[in-house]
């Protein structure tokens, strides 16, 4: 609704102040300079002051990718001598990056591909009955979709496990997506044990396989713009998007839109929120995962695979604190932040210790296209 229809309807309310016969006030293209003087001037200059509001002016409905700044991605890649320092260089500035040179190939992504492809074939009974609900696995759609007239409903998706585990088997085969999925979440582990090691993180993150749930994220893409990926938010340490075909994204940074266009077989790393609260707030973040940019005119489906390495509900997420070389630690269980040295050599912490489940829940069900979910944590 634009202002000048909104400061329209105020006037209708408004005392009337120009008599009964009065012609309502100008509208600001017409406003002259010059104000006459009443024995009502509070009024007319109130009456004034909203006339000179733009308008055209209204609030946006959402961020659109079009007005997205376009970033180039930075390249890494595991055989540079480099490659850990060049890994934190990018995630504390961008959050996001691309990396080259890995081991998965072409033609097992394009066979997931494929098979993602065919759960959107299924009916909506199909899809309901082999991969039931159990929040956050399961198919979810927006029940909004057929009312939206322009197109631009969030679109369906599909979250599996590292088995891609479906409650049949039935006319599914989902061989390729599930080594693709085991692929990528090696990848991930690795990349986010080189990225402990350079920052120094005091827990060894990547020695422990139970400490990470991985999910396989499956979005059919639909015409148009959307407020935020099909599926919700969902909290992760690291994203890996595996790039088949030229395709632009945006990506949700807490400054606004990113628009990025990976190379062709190049897998998009993204960094999360959990791991901008293990660095203590060092690493850049972006905000679920990237959204397929499709303009007005294209009306084709796309279906994106994002493997978000993630944690399990039972998890508390607190900055994982540099070990400082030096005294030894007071053995204190109560310190939760577990360093050694002195006090004065230890790190100012700067986000509370918060519950994985509840951050998790909150963020998935809310929009925080505008704040920063972690502001609440923050100290």
Same mark, same amino acid.
């Given at each position: ?85 060049? !890994?934190? @260089? ?6 996001? =990056? ?5 081991? &998965?190939?072409?033609? +097992? $992504? ?63 085969? !989902?061989? @390729? ?6 692929? =990528? ?5 690795? &990349?986010?044990?080189? +990225? $402990? ?73 993204? =960094? ?108």
């Amino acid at each position: 609704m634009s202002m000048a229809f909104s400061t329209h309807k105020q006037h209708q309310h408004l005392p009337n102040l120009y008599g009964a016969t009065a012609a309502p006030p100008p509208t600001p293209s017409a406003q002259p300079n010059h104000h006459t003087v009443t024995s009502s001037a509070a009024a007319d200059a109130l009456s004034n002051l909203l006339h000179r509001l733009p308008p055209t002016l209204s609030l946006p409905k959402r961020r659109s990718s079009t007005s997205a700044t376009s970033r180039a991605l930075p390249t890494l890649s595991f055989s540079d001598p480099n490659f850990n320092h060049l !890994l934190v @260089s990018s995630g504390s500035e961008l959050g996001f =990056l691309q990396l080259t040179n890995h081991d &998965i190939p072409s033609q +097992l $992504a394009n066979s997931a591909e494929t098979e993602s492809l065919s759960l959107f074939e299924l009916t909506r009974d199909q899809k309901e009955s082999c991969f039931p609900k159990n929040w956050p696995l399961g198919f979810d759609a927006d029940d909004d979709d057929e009312e939206e007239e322009d197109g631009d409903g969030k679109g369906e998706s599909f979250c599996l496990d590292t088995e891609c585990s479906t409650e049949t088997t039935a006319d599914l085969s !989902l061989t @390729s997506l599930r080594e693709f999925t085991r692929a =990528l979440e090696k990848l991930g582990l690795k &990349i986010i044990d080189k +990225l $402990a090691d350079a920052m120094g993180f005091d827990n060894s993150i990547g020695e422990d396989p139970t400490r990470f749930r991985s999910l396989m994220w499956i979005s059919e893409g639909l015409h148009g713009d959307h407020d935020k990926p099909s599926g919700g938010f969902y909290p992760y340490v690291i994203g890996l998007q595996y790039q088949i075909r030229c395709q632009k994204y945006s990506l949700l940074k807490d400054s606004g839109s990113v628009s990025v266009s990976p190379q062709v077989d190049s897998i998009m790393v993204t =960094l999360g929120d959990i791991a901008q609260v293990w660095s203590n707030g060092k690493l850049s973040k972006v905000r679920g995962r990237p959204m397929a940019c499709l303009g007005d005119g294209n009306k084709s489906r796309f279906v994106s695979m994002s493997l978000l390495v993630t944690l399990p509900c039972n998890s508390r997420v607190t900055p994982l604190l540099p070990k400082v070389v030096g005294e030894e630690g007071t053995g204190d269980d109560d310190d939760e932040s577990q360093v050694c040295g002195s006090k004065e050599e230890q790190e100012k912490r700067l986000f509370n210790s918060f519950s994985f489940e509840d951050y998790a829940w909150r963020v998935y069900n809310e929009c925080y296209l505008f704040n920063d979910p972690l502001d609440r944590y923050r100290i």
